[in-house]
């Protein structure tokens, strides 16, 4: 061969050595990762929430009972999943921030009060788009009347008929109602008189009870469960401090707890903060591992068992 020739050669293999050499550093790099393995796209997260959550507002159809004497209405994890509620209180005045944490995609539970500007309006409306509406019954608080629970709340010292009364009336404001919380009633929820007068009207409905805790010695949750009354009790306040970072906190804790215990029932206000907090941390809500029900899928409404 000649040597032009020879060197030419010479270099055609160096090339090809050269090209076999960086295909191979190549795969090393792709290989080089935990488990040896080349990894996967990445699942698409949205994709997992639309299969686990219906259309927005969405009443799941499961319904899964709390576990007697753990409060909070705590239920058992399915598979490693976390399930949490989140009920907005004070629904009836300002719509603004109430249509706004409608439109998050979220199935949240949205406590009406009855006899506002904005009641009746608001509860059909949440109800015809497939949110779930329950009553958020005014009842008076410790501190009343400095602070005043609104119209037709709930005393302390009135005669069982009279309660009845009140909380039927009520509920005649929100016929949509599924389930029925108390608003303020931080003395109410303490009285086992009065409290057996209201969950007496909440079981004749069929309706289940949100002790919303407002006072530590609350009977409400026990009680219910006592009557055979679908109940479950707020876990954390989102927002008695209306700040922003606040709030953000309180949610962040919510979902911890929600993981940590099973699950866990968050209740914040038709507030404007709320709203925008809320809105900004909705992906939160989406995680892998976390499922967002309405309140009643917490009480178990519909199973069959006998402030």
């Given at each position: 061969?000649?040597?032009?020739a020879?060197?030419?050669?010479?270099?055609?293999?160096?090339?090809?050595?050269?090209?076999?050499?960086?295909?191979?550093?190549?795969?090393?790099?792709?290989?080089d990762?935990?488990?040896?393995?080349?990894?996967?796209?990445?699942?698409?997260?949205?994709?997992?929430?639309?299969r686990?959550?219906?259309?927005?507002?969405?009443?799941?159809?499961?319904?899964?009972?709390?576990r007697?004497?753990?409060?909070?209405?705590?239920?058992p994890?399915?598979?490693?999943?976390a399930?949490?509620?989140v009920?907005?209180?004070?629904?009836?005045?300002?719509?603004?921030?109430?249509l706004e944490?409608?439109?998050?995609?979220?199935?949240l539970?949205?406590?009406?009060?009855?006899?506002?500007?904005?009641?009746?309006?608001?509860?059909?409306?949440?109800?015809?788009?497939?949110?779930?509406?329950?009553?958020?019954?005014?009842?008076?608080?410790?501190?009343?009347?400095?602070?005043?629970?609104?119209?037709?709340a709930?005393?302390?010292?009135?005669?069982?008929?009279?309660?009845?009364?009140?909380?039927?009336?009520?509920?005649?404001?929100?016929?949509?109602?599924?389930?029925?919380?108390?608003?303020m009633?931080?003395?109410?929820?303490?009285d086992?008189?009065i409290?057996?007068?209201?969950?007496?009207?909440?079981?004749?409905?069929?309706?289940?009870?949100?002790?919303?805790?407002?006072?530590?010695?609350?009977?409400?949750?026990?009680?219910?469960?006592?009557?055979?009354?679908?109940?479950?009790?707020?876990?954390?306040?989102?927002?008695d401090?209306?700040?922003?970072?606040?709030i953000e906190?309180?949610?962040?804790?919510?979902?911890?707890?929600?993981?940590?215990?099973?699950?866990?029932?968050?209740?914040?206000?038709a507030d404007?903060?709320?709203?925008?907090?809320?809105?900004?941390?909705?992906?939160?809500?989406?995680t892998?591992?976390?499922?967002?029900?309405?309140?009643?899928?917490l009480?178990?409404?519909?199973?069959?068992?006998?402030?």
């Open positions: 061969m000649k040597p032009g020879r060197r030419a050669s010479e270099w055609r293999t160096i090339a090809v050595l050269v090209l076999l050499l960086a295909a191979g550093i190549v795969v090393l790099k792709r290989l990762r935990p488990g040896g393995t080349v990894r996967a796209p990445a699942p698409n997260r949205t994709e997992n929430y639309r686990q959550v219906p259309r927005p507002g969405a009443v799941p159809e499961r319904n899964v009972p709390g007697e004497g753990e409060g909070a209405g705590r239920v994890a399915q598979d490693g999943e399930m949490v509620a009920v907005i209180d004070d629904v009836g005045f300002e719509p603004g921030p109430v944490m409608a439109g998050l995609g979220l199935p539970t949205f406590a009406i009060l009855p006899f506002q500007p904005f009641s009746r309006r608001l509860a059909a409306r949440l109800t015809d788009q497939g949110f779930e509406v329950i009553l958020h019954m005014p009842m008076e608080p410790l501190n009343f009347p400095a602070r005043d629970p609104g119209e037709g709930v005393e302390e010292g009135m005669t069982p008929a009279q309660v009845s009364k009140l909380v039927l009336k009520a509920l005649e404001d929100v016929p949509q109602a599924r389930g029925l919380n108390n608003h009633g931080s003395r109410a929820t303490a086992p008189a409290m057996q007068a209201v969950l007496k009207v909440v079981r004749g409905k069929g309706l289940y009870f949100l002790d919303s805790r407002t006072n530590k010695d609350t009977v409400g949750y026990t009680m219910a469960r006592e009557m055979g009354i679908p109940a479950l009790e707020r876990t954390v306040f989102l927002d401090r209306r700040e922003a970072s606040y906190n309180q949610v962040r804790s919510l979902l911890s707890k929600a993981r940590a215990e099973g699950s866990a029932v968050g209740i914040g206000h404007r903060t709320t709203a925008d907090v809320l809105k900004r941390l909705a992906g939160l809500f989406r892998p591992g976390l499922r967002v029900v309405p309140a009643s899928e009480a178990g409404q519909g199973v069959e068992e006998s402030d």
